[in-house]
């Protein structure tokens, strides 16, 4: 035990804002279970490690990183996407490379996790001695945080294996979600990243069932959660939502101005041949009309997407396809991943698996020719005032903030260098004035908002 007695668990965390947002939940219940919690081995009585298996990389990444807790500390307990994940003969990929760690759990698996501890490193005597905030222990800076409104997915996508990982879509109960958002924002935060697998189709396993928040009915629904979420008056983001009719519904709220403008919606191909053998959710909805309609309710509505290039059997004119789509949906924001081939995702057994030169050579062109659309759509924006909120200030650089079309992480951001003076959190109004292939550039204007 360490030195003062107090237990020490080293945390390790990898994988995306999902797997984020599971360490944050056992982070929370180490602390008020009275463990300290550390970020390296050093001093550590054991070290959990949040691990990732979505492709190869992923899984090298998580089994090195267990590697090295095991040799640094020698007691490990291995949680996350990687733990759940079998081989052919279903044996645990973590224990047959590791099999000297103590506990190996899937995702979504703090009481798992916590039992696991508890066998290893006993409970500290008085749980109360290190209370824990009540909005909990969170991995994002103080003025953004996630927030996850379901786990699992009802798909198949045939290049994913999340359902096999995570499960069928689990709803969080309504209440649960807005008692959580409230006590973020009582504690700070300025914006909610809305996460899940699947956004759109919350509620659905529950059937949108009626819930009820401080005595009001609500129901178990995207739109009703949009609308309760808007009354906290901070910026509400939307993430991985998919194109079924029913998000149309929710765009005249992003042009009242109730949550942010901004859809994050992963379209992975515009070819229907390719999105059904991917067997892509809402895969026959004519998304380019869906988008013009989008942008008709709500002009200024930034959208975000993925897309795989080099998919098996996707030819050359089916590629062009995807490059003329992207002509014409504008979008503003594109990420392109080479088809890479998940060990268990049926996608491999498709025929006209392409080569890996393909692959990237195809992603290459892709982000080439987005790159000009994502400019022009920037550059549409000089000139004009809009309202930013301050993740950094830089001394070189200024103030360092993001637009309402800007996700922490996975955007851009609005760089104002004269905004030395601004405060990290807040919004402000800026003026831009000039822009490159991913960031603003502005001038404050000096009101803060
Ligand atoms: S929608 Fe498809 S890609 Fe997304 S988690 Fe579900 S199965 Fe995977």
Redesign the pocket.
Same mark, same amino acid.
């Given at each position: 035990m360490s030195k003062n007695s107090v237990p020490r668990v080293g945390f390790v965390s990898l994988g995306c804002p999902k797997a984020a947002s599971d360490a944050e939940s056992i982070l929370t219940r180490l602390r008020a279970e009275g463990y300290e919690v550390a970020s390296q081995y050093d001093g550590a009585d054991l070290v959990v490690v949040n691990t990732c298996g979505f492709i190869d990389a992923a899984v090298e990444e998580s089994l090195d990183a267990i590697g090295e807790a095991l040799a640094e500390n020698g007691k490990v307990i291995v949680t996350g996407c990687l733990g759940a994940k079998k081989d052919g003969d279903g044996r645990g990929i973590v224990e047959q490379v590791h099999p000297k760690v103590l506990a190996v759990t899937g995702p979504h698996a703090t009481e798992e996790v916590m039992t696991a501890v508890h066998q290893y490193l006993p409970k500290p005597h008085d749980p109360f001695t290190d209370l824990v905030p009540p909005q909990g222990v969170r991995l994002t800076p103080d003025h953004y945080a996630y927030l996850k409104i379901s786990e699992g =997915?009802n798909?198949?996508?045939s290049f =994913?294996i999340?359902?096999s990982l995570r499960g069928d879509l689990v709803s969080r109960p309504i209440h649960d979600v807005l008692r959580e958002a409230e006590t973020l924002v009582n504690a700070g935060v300025n914006e909610l990243l809305v996460i899940s697998?699947?956004t759109s189709a919350y509620g659905v396993d529950v059937k949108y069932r009626t819930g009820f928040v401080e005595g009001r009915p609500v129901k178990t629904k995207l739109y009703d959660l949009c609308r309760e979420l808007s009354q906290l008056d901070v910026w509400v983001r939307l993430h991985y939502v998919y194109p079924y009719p029913s998000v149309d519904d929710i765009i005249p709220l992003m042009a009242d101005g109730l949550i942010l403008p901004y859809l994050d919606v992963p379209f992975q191909h515009a070819n229907p041949r390719i999105l059904k053998a991917m067997k892509r959710?809402a895969n026959a909805e004519n998304n380019l009309e869906r988008i013009r309609r989008w942008r008709e309710i709500c002009p200024d509505i930034t959208i975000r997407s993925t897309f795989i290039t080099g998919f098996p059997g996707e030819t050359e004119a089916e590629f062009e396809e995807l490059l003329q789509f992207l002509d014409e949906a504008k979008l503003d924001r594109v990420g392109a991943f080479a088809y890479s081939p998940v060990e268990g995702a049926t996608a491999n057994e498709l025929p006209g698996a392409l080569p890996d030169e393909v692959r990237e050579e195809r992603k290459r062109r892709l982000m080439e020719f987005q790159e000009d659309i994502s400019t022009q759509r920037l550059e549409e924006k000089i000139g004009r005032e809009i309202v930013v909120i301050v993740d950094q200030i830089d001394p070189e650089e200024g103030a360092i903030c993001r637009s309402e079309g800007d996700a922490p992480e996975i955007d851009g951001l609005v760089i104002v260098p004269e905004g030395g003076e601004m405060e990290v959190g807040k919004f402000y109004q800026v003026r831009v004035t000039d822009c490159d292939v991913h960031d603003l550039y502005a001038e404050p204007v000096w009101a803060e908002e």
């Open positions: =997915c798909h198949r996508c =994913c999340i359902p697998q699947d959710p």
